[in-house]
């Protein structure tokens, strides 16, 4: 770019204090500013354990009322995109079971939907495989995004090969390259076993560090992120996101499921390198959206980062 690393640090430390949208919104004039001073910005928004909640809680609910639901999301997610072009929307799974509507349309109804949202990617969650992979097959016409599990092995099962899985996906954004993988749950005991057959569940930390040492070496992605279906935290030795991030390496984020939990920020995990990563969740039945901005120098290395999780 042609710019010093000490001009470049000068002139981004007095744009930073000298304007408040970075810190109140990372705005479309502000973000206009930092990419002229060679900076690029990520949003990334996320769901888990959606649970086929189509419709908010009712408003009588004592706990959510009026809360969650596809219609008020998706306004959501189109005023969004409008302030930030470069963004990624994901899911960590458990798309399906919980209301009528998937005992109808077996998922039907929340692909399309989610597909309308503009989705780029979701997992596996365990509830995702409840009338069987089939079923999934059945349903994957009605997705227009991307189904990324790498610990799971398919081989055995009406699934092996299918076009719509990835073991990880990469997306470009602007200058940026954004490596997803995705890790799911073992399956025992909570998939009756005549749905899971064929599907073999593996090491959910190797699987993960095999690919993204792949897409941080070898695909020189600028950012990595996990999609997890294995839960936040567990009084036990039970895989769990914060246990495979300490044991993690080349993983930036973990976006998580399983356990509905709500986090009003990413906590920060050591990995096996002695490096941040970060862990997240936002509860379920989509009451809240989650959201991340990042700001990324000239150099691709991510510098800024404002958390903005919402209820829905």
Known sequence: MGISNYQTRRDFLKFTLGSAAILSGL????MALL?????????????????????????????????????????????I????????????GDVFQGTPYFNYYHGELEYKLMSMMGYDATTFGNHDFDLGPENLIAQFPHARFDFINCNYSFNDSVLHNHSKISPYKIYKKGRLKIGVLGVGIDLQD??????????????????????????????????????????????????????????????????????????????????????SVQVTQAGWAGIWLGKINLIFSEYNKKIIQKNDSRTI
């Open 81 to 92: 995109k409008q302030e930030h072009p470069n963004l990624l929307l994901l899911d960590a």
């Open 27 to 30: 705005n479309a004039h502000s």
């Open 190 to 275: 909570l998939v009756d076993k005549n749905r899971q057959q064929g599907i073999v569940y593996r090491d959910p930390v190797e699987h993960a560090n095999k690919t993204a040492q792949i897409l941080k070496k070898d695909e020189k992605c600028d950012y990595v992120i996990c999609l997890s279906h294995l839960g936040y935290n567990y009084n036990s030795d039970k895989i769990s996101d914060v246990r495979l991030a300490q044991q993690s390496r080349h993983i930036d984020l973990i976006i998580g499921g399983h356990t509905h939990t709500f986090l009003n920020e990413p906590v920060e995990v050591k990995n096996a390198e002695n490096r």
């Open 35 to 79: 990419k002229n001073k060679g900076f690029e910005e990520l949003c990334i928004l996320y769901t888990n354990d959606q649970h086929s909640r189509i419709d908010p809680f009712p408003d009588n609910d004592p706990k959510h009322p009026g809360e969650g639901g596809f219609a008020k999301r998706a306004t959501v997610i189109e005023q």
